[in-house]
């Protein structure tokens, strides 16, 4: 069978390379996802009969705190576009007990592909909703003529009117022609989109959303599949209000409103299904704190056994209502991941070992990590804090040798105390810049350079103070 070649950006060489502009190091995993996501991309290009037969292969992260985990399955949900819920296993507990029944994982899954729907939807009628505010807008501005209707005569007959002894009422005053009308109404259009009655006060007429009656229930209620609020739409009338607000301010809460209107839920919720099921992205963490040491199960660790026992239908595979409708979790990705610190990953039970089949080891950060997290990503965290200091009117700079001291202090202090990988960073910057963010509103310095001998000063005596640094750092 020949296969016509597969076009897309998305092949692992680009996830990859999109992935190192935001995690160092961690080659291994960034592989592993990146062809777990590629192979999706395969799937859909297959023929239905054997597409459906096609199961993603999971992925176990195993590594300690702070190297990038969690990272890795947020950006390669965002660099997919795809549906994305990040849970920790121990905010669950085997059906008896008092915790978060394991099924919401995926009714969170497909609230957030509605989400994504829902907001895609309202942006691809932003020009008509918008046509329509400026109507609505206008109305308020400058009112159509009511017409006036005559009192029915059976209605005379009621009150007691007697029609010849009744004077005649006064002629109604003429009202403006059509023509007029409309060429105020276009004029004043005209200036509208022009910006020139932007700051003009306006009272208009909204939804009130204070009015909805909150119905409250059970944790779960939406496996009925049943919209209460939906149900009672119909019976309930909307209520709206009128709010004083300036023109420009008036348009955009009107566009808002037109552009939810003309939103289709039914389409909206079919849709959202199909992104949960087919491209959804589930990334359990702490799942090393549901596994039992050596097997045991008893005494207070009696339900965490059972936690694994009620995670394994949902990753195998099986059907969860929602209020969208059902959902079949045969597809979505689930990246699972841990320090496995007291326990092993062949602690778990063996059946959800099974449905892990890709085990990715992740490597503790060395000084050079450290570093280069410091400096080289987007958004890196020197670059957040020269941003900051910068709306001061002061140029923050970093040496590369006090860059470098950072590194080695925090490399120190996570192989003496507990690692928590690169969340040490933000420990010590803060402490290192808490004097100049706080003084930097009442300083006349248009520049402050940060060096190595600056660093060692503020931070070395707290990582050798053995009984301060477990409080500040």
């Known amino acids: 069978m020949t296969q016509k070649k597969l076009d897309s950006e998305l092949t692992p060489a680009k996830i990859i390379e999109h992935l190192n502009r935001y995690i160092v190091g961690q080659d291994k995993a960034k592989r592993s996802v990146a062809i777990a996501l590629r192979n999706r991309i395969r799937r859909r290009a297959l023929p239905p009969e054997i597409a459906h037969e096609i199961m993603p292969k999971n992925i176990l992260m195993v590594g300690p705190t702070g190297v990038g985990k969690t990272e890795i399955a947020r950006r390669l949900a965002t660099l997919s576009n795809a549906p994305f819920v990040k849970v920790e296993a121990t905010k669950f507990t085997e059906v008896g007990y008092v915790g978060r029944d394991v099924e919401t994982i995926i009714r969170d899954l497909t609230e957030f592909a509605a989400s994504m729907v829902r907001k895609r939807m309202i942006e691809a009628v ?29 209605m005379r007959v009621l009150s ?5 002894k009744e004077e005649q009422p006064e002629p109604p005053e003429p ?3 059509p023509e007029e009308t409309n060429k105020t109404r276009q004029k004043l259009q005209e200036m509208l989109r022009k910006g020139k009655l932007d700051n003009r006060d306006v009272e208009i007429e909204v939804n009130d959303s204070a009015a909805a009656i909150p119905i409250f229930g059970t944790p779960g209620m939406d496996v009925l599949g049943i919209n209460i609020t939906e149900m009672l739409g119909g019976m309930i009338p909307k209520k709206t209000r009128k709010r004083h607000m300036k023109v420009k301010e008036a348009l955009r809460v009107l566009q808002q409103e037109e552009a939810e209107k003309m939103i289709d839920s039914e389409a909206m919720g079919k849709e959202a299904l199909e992104l949960a099921q087919e491209d959804g992205i589930v990334f359990l963490d702490e799942i090393d704190k549901v596994v039992v040491k050596n097997g045991s199960s008893h005494g207070p660790d009696v339900s965490r056994e059972g936690v694994q026992r009620d995670l394994l239908p949902i990753v195998e595979g ?11 979790t045969d597809h979505i990705l689930f990246i699972a991941a841990g320090a496995f610190s007291g326990v092993k990953p062949s602690d778990l039970i063996p059946e959800l070992q099974g449905r892990f089949p890709i085990r990715v080891e992740l490597e503790p950060l060395t000084i ?22 910068s709306t001061e009117g002061t140029t923050l700079t970093f040496t590369k040798e006090a860059t470098q001291e950072i590194a080695r202090l925090a490399h120190k202090m996570n192989s003496e105390m507990e690692d928590i990988g690169a969340r040490r960073l933000h420990t010590m910057m ?9 003084s930097v509103s009442d300083m006349d310095e248009e520049n402050i350079e940060i060096t190595g001998d600056m660093v060692r000063e503020k931070l070395s005596g707290l990582v050798e103070n053995r009984d301060i640094r477990r409080y500040l750092l």
Do not use: C, W
């Open 175 to 177: 009202e403006p022609a």
């Open 126 to 154: 932003q020009q008509p909703a918008l046509e329509r505010a400026e109507q609505r807008l206008l109305d308020a501005m400058f009112p159509k003529p009511e017409k006036k209707f005559s009192m029915p005569d059976f």
């Open 430 to 438: 803060e402490q290192l810049l808490e004097e100049i963010s706080f």
């Open 318 to 328: 099986s059907v969860v209502q929602t209020r969208y409708g059902q959902v079949k």
């Open 368 to 389: 050079e990590n450290l570093q280069q997290i410091l400096t080289e990503p987007e958004n890196s965290l020197i670059r957040q804090y020269e941003a900051l200091i």
């Open 160 to 164: 007691g009117h007697d029609d010849d």
